[in-house]
């Protein structure tokens, strides 16, 4: 037989090139079922964004306005702590005589 003979045949029919052969095909297999595990992935994903509910981004500004007005006489920040409950006030020297 000449070699361009047997290179022509089909891999799994070469000696040679059987074990290759065979490797491929299961890392083909294994890489098709690993491919179609992320696709399953990717399809639960995107199935999850979907169902979620969205809202505008004028309505979520104009929500966070309003909560921010109701509970705007609480914050700290904008009103104030006072000295007497501020627990990082600067500690007064005691002294006894």
Same mark, same amino acid.
Request: hydrophobic share 40%.
């Given at each position: 037989?000449? @070699?361009?003979?047997?290179?022509?045949?089909?891999?799994?029919?070469? +000696? %040679?090139?059987?074990?290759? $052969?065979?490797? @491929?095909? &299961? %890392?083909?297999?294994?890489?098709? @079922?690993?491919?179609?595990?992320?696709?399953?992935? /990717?399809?639960?994903?995107?199935? $999850?964004?979907?169902? =979620?509910?969205?809202?505008? /981004?004028?309505?979520?500004?104009?929500?966070?306005?309003?909560?921010? =007005?109701? &509970?705007?006489?609480?914050? +700290?920040?904008?009103?104030? /702590?006072?000295? @007497? %409950?501020? +627990?990082?006030? +600067?500690?007064? /020297?005691?002294?006894?005589?």
């Amino acid at each position: 037989m000449s @070699s361009s003979l047997l290179l022509s045949q089909h891999p799994a029919q070469n +000696p %040679t090139h059987r074990s290759a $052969f065979i490797f @491929s095909q &299961n %890392t083909s297999r294994m890489s098709s @079922s690993s491919n179609l595990v992320a696709m399953k992935k /990717v399809v639960q994903q995107l199935r $999850f964004e979907a169902s =979620i509910h969205r809202v505008k /981004v004028s309505q979520a500004a104009a929500d966070l306005q309003q909560f921010c =007005i109701q &509970n705007a006489l609480q914050d +700290p920040l904008l009103t104030g /702590v006072s000295s @007497s %409950t501020n +627990p990082f006030r +600067p500690q007064k /020297v005691c002294s006894f005589l």
